[in-house]
């Protein structure tokens, strides 16, 4: 992947310090294309910036230095970041809520890529709680936030509002730049979701999993290059654009839809919360109630990761869920040992806050030589990332 940056600059006071931060990240090796907000041009113009750095600089949404090319695709297409610095709380609002009306913000929502966002402002306003909203709606969706720092502020308020460190940042988007690369070529297939195990034509055995957890993981994985396969049981939780998704419902549905991606795998992610019985028949018409008693007779299905992983192409990673009642991690490990697996992701859902249905979630890796790394309690999405970053750490290592 290139290393061009699109640097997002609105109207801050702090808009002048985005000059040294455009130098910083040339330094670093970027291309730094430059565009700024009107705001932003109160306070710095563009001919500072593109004498900075020697391309053109956009404001107007209806630019197009290249003739016949629309800039806010062109531009969004070509960066391999998105850095917003310093952003203001009515941009961090717009890009949060897919306002579209300067040509920051429409490139930002023709942007795909990994975004990184330094807000600075009065700190008022940065604690407000539309601000932290807008920001907690980009932080779920992987956007990083560099945080301002806590100091004097050009309004003459003290509190956390100052612009960060520029080394900081430029130090942040070369991570992130890292980050968006650490997948590339690669192929991530995902089981996620519940599945249904229909009793008959209207009624199912089914669990309380979400899938949040399966979608964060692809969004993670999507934003570190790689070519993503999901295959989801029933959920009403949006699959990013960009991966491929294959609905199925019940468990031999979706063993069935993994034999036939995972040759290709080069990592597998079991975060379906697979039903373990089904049961023995399904009747096809409706059941009718009456005063007796009735059984319903289940039956074992099998264990998609299990088989997936004994199917899995050399030298790639199988990576299973483990959703315990208690912090014990004995049971994780021993179901590491049994499917085969290469690490196991073990989740206390005894505690309040994480695993089935809730928006955060703790998570432990673990892998066959005794290590463990703990996550700490997080977004869904930012222990998506986190994990992700296991997996590649422990193969790297
Ligand atoms: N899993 C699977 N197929 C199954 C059951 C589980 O692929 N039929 C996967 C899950 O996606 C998860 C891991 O196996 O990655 C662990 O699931 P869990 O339900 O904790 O394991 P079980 O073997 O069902 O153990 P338990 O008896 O504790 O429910």
Redesign the pocket.
Known sequence: MSKNIVLGVSGSVAAYRACDLARELMRRGFAVRVCLTGSAEKFVTRSLFEALTGYACLVDTFEEPISGRMAHIDWARQASALVIAPATANTIAKVAHGIGDDMLTTIALAYQGPMLIAPAMNPTMYASETNQAAMAILADRGVWFVEPTVGDVACGENGQGKFADVQRIADEVVALARTSKLLAGKKVLI?SGPTQEPIDMARFISNRSSGKMGAALAQAALLMGAEVTVISGPTAVRIPVGVKLIRVKT?VE?LDAGLLEVSEADFVI???????YRPAQASHSKLRRSDAHLSLELVP????????AAKAKPGSKV??????PSEDTG?AIE?MA??GLSA?VFNDVSQPNQGFESETNRLQFLTPDGKSADSGLLSKTQCALWLIHQVVDSISS
């Open positions: 089981t468990a979706m079991g975060a379906a919360a697979v039903a373990d299905n099998p264990d998609v990761i299990a088989a997936l990576i299973g869920f483990a959703a315990e049971y179901k049994r499917k196991i």
